[in-house]
T-cell receptor
Framework: GDSVTQMEGPVTLSEEACLTINCTYTATGYPSLFWYVQYPGEGLQLLLKATKADDKGSNKGFEATYRKETTSFHLEKGSVQVSDSAVYFC??????????FGTGTSLTVIP | EAEVAQSPRYKITEKSQAVAFWCDPISGHATLYWYRQILGQGPELLVQFQDESVVDDSQLPKDRFSAERLKGVDSTLKIQPAELGDSAMYLCASLDRGGSTEAFFGQGTRLTVV
């Protein structure tokens, strides 16, 4: 079935360090891929998305490229800030109607 | 900015009691989801509505959980009786009918069963 596997955390980085959170997926066809962010006590917010192979989603300095050959959608940021501390979820939808989420990766950025 | 509204934000209930959560999706969004998120895990779908009809409730524990969306707008999720293992964040999300793949989430209801 369709599923998402993402890097386990927690991840702790110093401010201005580089971030990579790995995400791989299993799906039939051509799913759309997403990264959602969840701040403490809050719901999920869409961070970025990509709907076809080789698309790059980007937002707030975060980027992820839809790699069909490696079935991956790794999240990257060149310089993290304290305000980026949150839990990040990789997700996919094969149909545009059902969504599958990874288990989440907790990021803590220390000054 | 339009948003998905959920209430209450927090709920503490004793086991064996009944509890209900409410969700008002973004106006015009036909698809509504209820997810359960256990601490440290990703959201897991409980039930999906298309307008007032249930599309998928295969993961809903129907012996104690029920959900309705009578007029195809707002929705209620009920648990009766609540069990200790039901402690989790309950998230509502909605998706419009225009072919967008972006699901919008509410802030969730944090349930603690004691």
């Amino acid at each position: 079935g369709d599923s998402v596997t993402q890097m386990e955390g927690p991840v702790t980085l110093s401010e201005e360090a580089c971030l990579t959170i790995n995400c791989t997926y299993t799906a039939t066809g051509y799913p759309s891929l997403f990264w959602y962010v969840q701040y403490p006590g809050e719901g999920l917010q869409l961070l970025l998305k990509a709907t076809k192979a080789d698309d790059k989603g980007s937002n707030k300095g975060f980027e992820a490229t839809y790699r069909k050959e490696t079935t991956s959608f790794h999240l990257e940021k060149g310089s993290v800030q304290v305000s980026d501390s949150a839990v990040y979820f990789c997700a996919l939808t094969p149909t545009g109607n059902q969504f599958y989420f990874g288990t989440g990766t907790s990021l803590t950025v220390i000054p | 900015e339009a948003e998905v509204a959920q209430s209450p934000r927090y709920k503490i209930t004793e086991k064996s009691q009944a509890v209900a959560f409410w969700c008002d999706p973004i106006s015009g969004h036909a698809t509504l989801y209820w997810y359960r998120q256990i601490l440290g895990q990703g959201p897991e779908l409980l039930v999906q509505f298309q307008d007032e009809s249930v599309v998928d409730d295969s993961q809903l524990p129907k012996d104690r959980f029920s959900a309705e969306r009578l007029k195809g707008v707002d929705s209620t999720l009920k648990i009766q009786p609540a069990e200790l293992g039901d402690s989790a964040m309950y998230l509502c999300a909605s998706l419009d009918r225009g072919g967008s793949t972006e699901a919008f989430f509410g802030q969730g209801t944090r349930l603690t069963v004691v």
